[in-house]
């Protein structure tokens, strides 16, 4: 019997996850015939609802595997996996789950608004509001008017992966499965991607994101999963992580004289305990341990007169824990 | 059934330029030849016009346009169907979304046949009886339904599997003349029995039996051939039996049997081919 999608909120989750836990995964298992080394070696995770969750890895760790299962397109050969407590290939779980693959194939005989149109009618929404809302998400994903009713075999890399970002949201998921969204897209393509992966978020959407865009995860992810050869190396806390040694590149507003500049960071750096690694009138690059070192620089900067235009890490907290992680920069295996 | 899977398949099949060529030939050219032809060579053999002419067009129809699988069936990656099958519908809906699409094509152009067949009085020329002609557009909707399923089934099996069925569709539509470029025609022999006759169209059948095959093989060769063609008739009879509505009703006793096989052989059909679609995985990308 199929249940209906409000039973999402109030079905049984598992005995592993916490009371807000979404999709629940435990001891994951699955391996793939021909190949000795098993796929999925034991993954366990949870999601949250209304949280966006990343998984990071090489190529061949196994995220698209998991993706796959989670999505109910592969059968796990052990472990548990439950959406809302429910089966991922039940009824009242698809019909609030949107879906993009890394590279979207369509139907190559179908306008990109006669597609959407299609994948409409497939999620089963109301026909009335069929054409506002399929106009309503091309217009939404940037695909210009002239391409709606030109045939998708005829689009671009990016125009397929904005029309398939446009599937995946077209039926109004409550859970959104992206495998690598910003692959092909130009850059106003990243930037409308991020923009609505905020709105998902603003509307408690529950997103599971696969990219090897680091800084694309750090923006919209709340955690993410390290994976690499079928099993999880570790799942960090995007909050939890903002504390980490970094490079402090500063610019200044103001050219002051070498000697001035010297002496004022010589005293900044001896005070805050950071270390200066380049230093030239227009700009420095401080080693610190933490954000509050950090922020204990810039402003003893601008206590010195010295004005400050711009201060970033030079890289975000995910290379920080990627580069933490050696086994992860070595060693791609092939793909599955 | 999926209503949206069901009317975008026919679209695909109709936005298909050699296959509308192919069905309007067959569904309005070639009656038309037929009934205009002034004598027609006729031969009598075994065989069944509703199920050839089916069959015919449901393989023109499935092997042009791949309607049933597309890459489905021609590999487990990059292919659209994990967009489809992460949508809220059941497998089966698929398939049974896909069948009934190829079976109204198919069952369209057959009926539009005989519909010309009718009207224009070559049917009751050739003695068919008002019952015998209404009893054949159903003959042919439940052909076109049958012989949808087996196709349905085929297409959804595995790409190894598939490459043999695809052997064994070949070879059932070799087995009903395709080759000869011929088609069967119903004609009464009695009022009780139906038989049927061949009706060589441009005469190519038999320049194939009495000529080419005999001066490629050798005199030997035509009878190995008529074994081997007999056996094919035999396989594909299996896998999607004719029905002879007429003669059923007009059996005594009446023997549900006859009408039980097609039933039955639709459902094995359509049930392996959901089971196979249950079975699969769909890998959408590399890792």
């Known amino acids: 019997m199929n249940r209906q999608p409000s039973d999402l909120t109030t079905a049984h989750r598992g005995p592993m996850a916490g009371a807000d836990s979404l999709i629940v995964v435990e001891n994951l298992i699955k391996a793939y015939e021909g190949r000795v080394d098993l796929a999925l070696k034991g993954i366990t995770l949870d999601v949250k609802e209304g949280e966006c ?38 009824l009242a779980v698809r019909e609030v789950i949107g879906f993009l693959p890394e590279r979207p194939h369509f139907e190559s005989w179908f306008t990109a608004q006669e597609f959407l149109t299609y994948h409409h009618s497939l999620s089963g929404l109301d026909k009335a509001s069929r054409k506002t809302d399929v106009v309503d998400m091309l ?18 890399r990016g125009m397929l992966q904005r029309l398939g970002l446009a599937q995946a949201l077209i039926g109004k998921p409550k859970i959104v499965f992206l495998d690598e969204p910003g692959s092909g897209m130009d850059p106003p393509g990243v930037t409308l991607l991020r923009e609505i992966l905020l709105e998902l978020k603003k ?114 907290s995910l290379e920080h824990l990627f580069n933490e992680m050696p086994e992860f920069l070595i060693g791609d295996k092939p793909d599955e | 059934m999926n209503r949206a899977i069901y009317i975008e398949t026919i679209k695909k099949i109709l936005k298909q330029r050699f296959v509308v060529f192919m069905l309007l030939a067959m569904g309005v050219l070639l009656p038309l030849s037929l009934i205009l032809a002034p004598t027609p060579t006729v031969t009598s053999v075994d065989g069944w016009d509703a199920f050839a002419v089916s069959t015919i067009i449901g393989l023109i129809t499935v092997t042009a346009t791949n309607a049933i699988g597309n890459s ?86 595995p790409t190894q599997t598939m490459v043999l069925s695809g052997v064994i569709a070949f070879e059932l539509a070799a087995g009903i003349s395709i ?10 022999e009695t ?23 005999p001066a490629l093989f050798g005199g030997s ?24 509505l007429y003669d059923i009703l007009e059996t005594r006793p009446f023997v549900w049997s ?10 094995i059909a359509l049930t392996i081919a959901t089971a196979v679609l249950n079975a699969r995985e769909y890998h959408y990308d590399v890792d």
């Open chain 2, 72 to 157: 489905l069936s021609i590999g487990g990656r990059s292919d659209y169907m994990p967009l489809i099958f992460t949508r809220p519908l059941h497998r089966y809906q698929y398939v049974i979304s896909k069948w009934l699409a190829l079976a109204t094509v198919i069952a369209v152009v057959s009926v539009l046949q005989n519909l010309l067949f009718t009207t224009s009085g070559a049917f009751t020329r050739w003695g068919l009886t008002d019952e015998m002609i209404v009893l054949d557009f159903f003959e042919r909707i439940i052909s076109a339904l049958s012989v949808s399923s087996v196709l349905t089934m085929i297409y959804l099996l």
């Open chain 2, 258 to 267: 006859a009408l039980l096989e097609p039933i039955s052989n639709i459902l």
């Open chain 2, 191 to 213: 009022a009780t029995d139906v038989s049927v006759l061949l009706c060589d169209i441009l005469g190519i059948d038999d320049w194939i039996r009495t000529t080419f095959i």
């Open chain 1, 203 to 316: 509307s408690n959407a529950t997103i599971v994101l696969n990219s090897h865009h680091l800084d694309e995860m750090e923006r919209v992810c709340d955690r993410v999963a390290f994976i690499r050869n079928g099993q999880i190396q570790s799942i960090k806390s995007m909050s939890e992580e903002s504390d980490y040694p970094h490079v402090l590149r500063m610019r200044f507003a103001e050219r002051l004289e070498d000697q001035v500049l010297n002496a004022k960071f010589a005293s900044i750096a001896a005070a805050s305990g950071a270390s200066i690694l380049e230093i030239d009138p227009r700009g420095a690059r401080i080693a610190v341990t933490s954000g509050q070192m950090a922020s204990a620089v810039i402003r003893m900067c601008i206590e010195n007169q010295i004005a400050v235009q711009s201060a970033s890490p030079e890289s975000t």
């Open chain 1, 139 to 156: 217009k939404r994903v940037g695909l210009e008017e002239a391409a709606w009713t030109r045939k998708t075999n005829k689009f671009s």
């Open chain 2, 179 to 188: 080759l000869a470029m011929s088609i069967a025609v119903p004609m009464p």
């Open chain 2, 221 to 244: 060769a035509l009878s190995s051939i008529q074994q081997y063609i007999a056996a094919i008739i035999n396989l594909s009879n299996f896998l999607a039996p004719q029905i002879h």
């Open chain 1, 53 to 90: 969750f990343g998984l990071l890895g090489p190529n061949g760790a196994g995220k698209t595997t998991l993706m796959g299962c989670l999505l109910g397109l592969l059968n796990p050969d052990g472990g548990k996996l439950t959406v809302a407590g429910l089966d991922p290939n039940d």
